[in-house]
């Protein structure tokens, strides 16, 4: 091999470990390289410019509030799946779960596998669930969570109201103030008590 192409090829791995470490550092939060916020929020700018300033400001808000909702809804899958594994092993989907629910994300996962495009590449069950059976799951298995949730009540007020709020900004409505407010109180109740 020549000077050259050694020369070429060590450049070229140096610069793909730099790469790699550059984006474990990324994920770490910090900077490195262009900052892609910039880049991002010029493209998204563009992307909306057609739109009046209002509508505009109105998904803003409301996209702060399905960030919340989204980060809320799979902090209780990560936890429900956390504490059955822990409790039960990896394999507790089969015996912790009830029928319907197992039924329901079995429907879902042949109409992902069916329609790829639509749904991601994802093939964790718990995944492929309605809002509501995550608190199913929970009651199901009370006394796993016994110690993180004070009552079977303060669990279904709590995730009733932010269903009922997930499916009202999944069709495009705006809430008022004080509804994102309550939405905030419960996902830092939750937090709080789950030690999050």
């Not at 474990?24 to 493209?43: T, Y």
């Not at 790829?116 to 994802?122: D, H, N, Y």
């Not at 009370?142 to 007020?157: E, G, T, Y």
Request: proline share 3%; aromatic share 12%; glycine share 4%.
């Amino acid at each position: 091999m020549s000077t050259k192409s050694k020369d070429l090829r060590d450049w070229m791995f140096r610069g793909l470990m730099f790469e790699a470490d550059a984006e474990n550092f990324r994920r770490a939060g910090l900077r490195v390289g262009a900052d892609q916020r910039e880049v991002e929020q010029s493209l998204f700018s563009e992307a909306l410019s057609p739109f009046s300033v209002d509508l505009r400001n109105n998904a803003l808000t409301m996209s702060r509030v399905y960030a919340l909702l989204f980060c809320f809804e799979n902090s209780v899958r990560s936890l429900i799946d956390d504490r059955l594994t822990e409790r039960y092993g990896a394999a507790w989907w089969e015996s912790k779960v009830p029928n319907r629910i197992k039924s329901f994300a079995d429907t879902r996962l042949k109409n992902s596998e069916a329609n790829s495009w639509l749904e991601g590449q994802s093939k964790d069950p718990l995944e492929f669930i309605q809002f509501g059976h995550l608190s199913d799951i929970i009651t199901e298995n009370w006394a796993d969570f016994l110690d993180l949730i004070p009552s079977h009540h303060w669990l279904k007020q709590r995730m009733d109201e932010l269903e009922s709020t997930r499916n009202f900004i999944a069709h495009n409505r705006r809430l008022l103030p004080t509804e994102i407010q309550r939405i905030e109180m419960y996902v830092r109740d939750w937090n709080r008590q789950v030690g999050l």
